[in-house]
């Protein structure tokens, strides 16, 4: 075979080799654009798919905004209802505790407290409560001294001590005490609902 002839055949089996690697390149690229489109065609549905469910779930909660509101609202009542009622008093326990030390025959005629602060520590023997002075009438003198020390020996009494003696044409002795519980007197009922809430 003349030298030309394998020249040409050469060359033509070297075209044919690059027309399929060309071919080959044009239909891998084609294969990878037609991927891509369909990967992004199914992210596009996944996208919308999920922002559906996004609307959904905002329209969701828009519905039970007032709900979330009515729920907001029942927590800052209840906060300030313990805040309120912080002091709030359990009365037979401090008569029964001024009565206890107070001779027989005495009439407690008046009271005076003021509630003391909300408790600021764990421990409400340490702080005080209630505050105020009783008011006591008694036929007989009374020996103020040892009742004001008993008084001040008793559980929940942060102070005691006597502030007036007077007395009448009836016969009748007046005495006014000043006295301070400790916050054990406080009834703590909203307290631990805070606590359960």
Same mark, same amino acid.
């Given at each position: ?20 690697? =060309? ?5 891998? $690229? *084609?294969?990878?654009?037609? #991927? +891509?489109?369909?990967? %992004? ?14 609307? =959904? ?5 828009? $519905? *039970?905004?007032?709900?979330? #509101? +009515?729920?907001?609202? %029942? ?18 326990p ?9 001779? +027989? ?7 005076d ?7 600021q ?17 008694s036929?007989?003198?009374i020996?103020?001294v ?22 009448s ?29």
């Amino acid at each position: 075979m003349p030298r030309s002839e394998i020249a040409r055949r050469e060359r033509d089996q070297l075209v044919r080799t690059w027309v399929w690697v =060309v071919f080959g390149a044009i239909l891998l $690229a *084609l294969l990878i654009i037609a #991927a +891509a489109f369909w990967y %992004r065609v199914v992210a596009e549905q996944r996208l919308a798919a999920e922002q559906a469910r996004t609307n =959904v779930l905002i329209s969701e909660i828009a $519905a *039970l905004s007032d709900v979330s #509101a +009515a729920l907001s609202t %029942r927590d800052e009542l209840t906060d300030f209802r313990t805040e309120a009622m912080a002091s709030d008093l359990t009365w037979s326990p401090v008569l029964r505790t001024i009565t206890s030390v107070l001779p +027989a025959g005495t009439t407690v005629t008046g009271l005076d407290f003021t509630a003391g602060g909300a408790p600021q520590s764990g421990d409400p023997t340490l702080e005080q409560g209630l505050v105020g002075t009783v008011t006591f009438d008694s036929p007989t003198p009374i020996d103020i001294v040892p009742l004001i020390r008993a008084l001040r020996a008793t559980d929940g009494v942060y102070y005691a001590d006597g502030q007036s003696v007077t007395s009448s044409q009836a016969n009748l002795y007046s005495y006014v005490l000043t006295v301070e519980f400790d916050q054990t007197v406080y009834s703590q009922e909203y307290a631990q609902e805070e606590g359960g809430e």
